[in-house]
C-alpha cells in the first residue's frame, strides 16, 4: 500500500511539474515551433459523406515578428486550394486569420490551443451556416524528421466530422 501511495504521489508531483510547465510556455514559444517547410499526403472528401480520395499539400510557416505566417497549397479530390494566414500571439493569447485549404471562400478566425493543438474556426453563411475546424498538432518526431498533422472537420449534426486528414514532414533541414 506505501508502495502505491509514493508511486501516486509521485506521478501527481511530476503531472503538477509537467503543467507547471506547459503553462509558463507563452503563445510565441507554441507558435515558434511550428516554423519550416512542410509537405505530405493523405486523404480528403469532396463534401461530408462522400468517398476519401488522396490528398497532398506543402505549406511554409516562417516564424516572423509579427507571428506565425502561412503559404501553401493543397489539393485533393480534383481541386486545388491556397492555404495562407496569419496567427499571432499576443502573451498566452493568439489572435489572426487563416485562409482555408480545404473551404477556398472561408476566412478562418479565433485560433486558440486546444488538448496541446492549434485550432482556427469558421462559420460560412452560404444559404445555411457551415461550422468547420482545423487542427494541427505541433511538431513531433518518432524517431525521424518531424511531422505535424492537420485535420479539418465540418460540423454536422451537431457533431464535427473529418473531411480531410494530412500528415506533413518537414523539409529542407
Known amino acids: 500500500m506505501a508502495a502505491f501511495k509514493t508511486t501516486t504521489a509521485a506521478a501527481l508531483a511530476l503531472t503538477i511539474a ?14 515558434r515551433a511550428f516554423d519550416g517547410n512542410w509537405q505530405g499526403t493523405g486523404q480528403s472528401r469532396t463534401n461530408y459523406g462522400s468517398p476519401y480520395v488522396p490528398a497532398e499539400c506543402w505549406i511554409d510557416l516562417d516564424w516572423t515578428l509579427q507571428g506565425l505566417r502561412s503559404n501553401g497549397e493543397c489539393s485533393g479530390a480534383r481541386r486545388t486550394f491556397q492555404a495562407g494566414g496569419m496567427v499571432q500571439a499576443d502573451g498566452a493569447d493568439l489572435a489572426g486569420t487563416f485562409l482555408s485549404p480545404y473551404f477556398a471562400s472561408m476566412v478562418w478566425s479565433s485560433p486558440r490551443v486546444e488538448g496541446g493543438n492549434l485550432v482556427v474556426y469558421s462559420a ?11 487542427e494541427v ?20 449534426d451537431g457533431q ?3 473531411v480531410a ?6 523539409v529542407g533541414q
Not at 460560412?124 to 482545423?134: F, K, Y
Not at 524528421?145 to 479539418?152: D, G
Request: hydrophobic residues 45%; charged residues 25%.
Open 18 to 31: 509537467l503543467s507547471s510547465h506547459a503553462a509558463a510556455e507563452t503563445a510565441a514559444d507554441f507558435l
Open 165 to 170: 486528414q494530412i500528415r506533413l514532414v518537414e
Open 160 to 162: 464535427f466530422q473529418d
Open 124 to 134: 460560412l453563411a452560404a444559404g445555411e451556416v457551415v461550422e468547420a475546424r482545423i
Open 137 to 156: 498538432t505541433p511538431p513531433r518526431s518518432d524517431g525521424g524528421p518531424r511531422f505535424i498533422e492537420m485535420r479539418t472537420q465540418v460540423r454536422v
